[in-house]
């Protein structure tokens, strides 16, 4: 969104609730958060009771947007800032608003993108590469592979396409392969490195392809520099934060996942449509 459409949108609170409700409401049809029930009655304080199971709400009610005291504008002005990956306390100080508060927000718009994520989109094929890093903070001892006190995470890349990442209990084959058959169409081309718990791919329905990278890092086609590249992107990104608990990491790194695979797309208008979705298993 370019910036002479961004200030119409948050130069008054009705353009700012205008444009969030576009996400909220499809040609402006209401229909129950909790039901799904259309027939509804419009209260004298503008909020809307479901005939089926007496559900009392409003525009927002069971959204991610409700999850905190914001505005339309403050939450539009949050969202151009998150997108411009400004800093939870310089967000604070811009917004003019409390630390906690815009913490609060930003976790809220987090795990949108998390819920989004696991909605399940169309499985990865083609030419894919596979890896497995480690992130955490520098710790003596033994690095990479068996590091301990790390956060062990699995990643898929398809070629000129998306990626997927994941935080994984531990880097076992069966583990990995788990991950595989859930994300990647069966006949599609894997390359990995030579890491043994790769080995199985081939019995999985994959054409499997190895690179020892004690030897070359690329071979021909058989390469996972792009998987490489993201771990890099990730790790460089993840450094500002100074340090994230084990618990909310996932949040993070899923939206990293999010701004590479979104990387030429318009993330802002993503952003406020994912901040518009009904809170999953509401009620």
């Not at 906690?100 to 989004?116: C, E, G, S």
Request: include cysteine.
């Amino acid at each position: 969104m370019d910036l002479e459409a961004y200030e119409k949108l948050v130069h008054s609170e009705a353009a700012a609730r205008r444009f969030l409700l576009g996400f909220c409401w499809e040609n402006h049809q209401r229909f129950c958060p909790r039901c799904s029930q259309r027939r509804l009655y419009r209260l004298a304080d503008g909020r809307r009771r479901c005939a089926r199971c007496r559900y009392t709400f409003h525009d927002f009610s069971g959204r991610w947007i409700n999850h905190g005291a914001l505005s339309g504008q403050q939450w539009l002005r949050l969202l151009k800032l998150f997108e411009l990956e400004v800093s939870t306390r310089k967000m604070a100080g811009q917004l003019r608003l409390a630390y906690d508060t815009v913490y609060k927000a930003v976790t809220t718009l987090r795990l949108a993108i998390l819920a989004h994520a696991q909605d399940g989109p169309a499985l990865l094929g083609g030419e894919v590469e596979m890896d497995e890093t480690y992130f955490g903070g520098r710790r003596k001892g033994k690095r990479g592979r068996g590091a301990a006190g790390k956060v062990p995470v699995f990643g898929i890349l398809e070629r000129d396409g998306r990626v997927s990442v994941e935080v994984v209990p531990n880097v076992r084959a069966q583990t990995v392969l788990g991950m595989a058959v859930k994300k990647v169409r069966r006949g599609s081309i894997v390359y990995t490195d030579r890491f043994q718990i790769y080995d199985a791919l081939m019995f999985c329905g994959y054409r499997h392809l190895q690179v020892d990278h004690r030897a070359r890092f690329a071979r021909g086609r058989v390469y996972i520099n792009g998987l490489e590249g993201f771990w890099s992107y990730a790790k460089e990104r993840l450094m500002k934060h100074h340090g994230i608990s084990p618990v909310r990491f996932p949040l993070y790194l899923k939206e990293l996942e999010l701004r590479y695979n979104h990387r030429h797309a318009d993330l802002f208008t993503l952003l406020a449509e994912y901040l518009c979705d009904l809170v999953p298993n509401l009620g």
